[in-house]
């Protein structure tokens, strides 16, 4: 049993959800550091805003696997995805 398991249904959902977005800004955060690469440098290869950077690496987007992928892909990485048992 994990540390935040939870019996109840919308808390999993939920829980499920925000993880996955922390764990996209910290590919994103981790692929900026290999690449050498800042805030600003990565807006302008989005043609975005820092704003827009930020809400990124704070997980405070939406984000679609298909923005995840580009980003990744503007930073020299490749998104990999797969599922694991709970």
Do not use: N, W
Not at 15 to 34: F, N, R, T
Not at 43 to 48: Q, V
């Amino acid at each position: 049993m994990g540390i935040f398991e939870h019996s109840d249904p919308e808390y999993a959902r939920i829980y499920a959800q925000e993880s996955v977005m922390v764990d996209a800004s910290e590919l994103i955060a981790d692929a900026m550091k290999q690449a050498g690469k800042t805030p600003i440098e990565l807006a302008d290869l989005l043609c975005s805003d820092e704003t827009e950077v930020s809400h990124l690496l704070a997980g405070e987007r939406e984000m679609s696997v298909r923005r995840l992928a580009e980003v990744l892909q503007l930073l020299g990485r490749r998104l990999e995805l797969r599922s694991v048992a709970e």
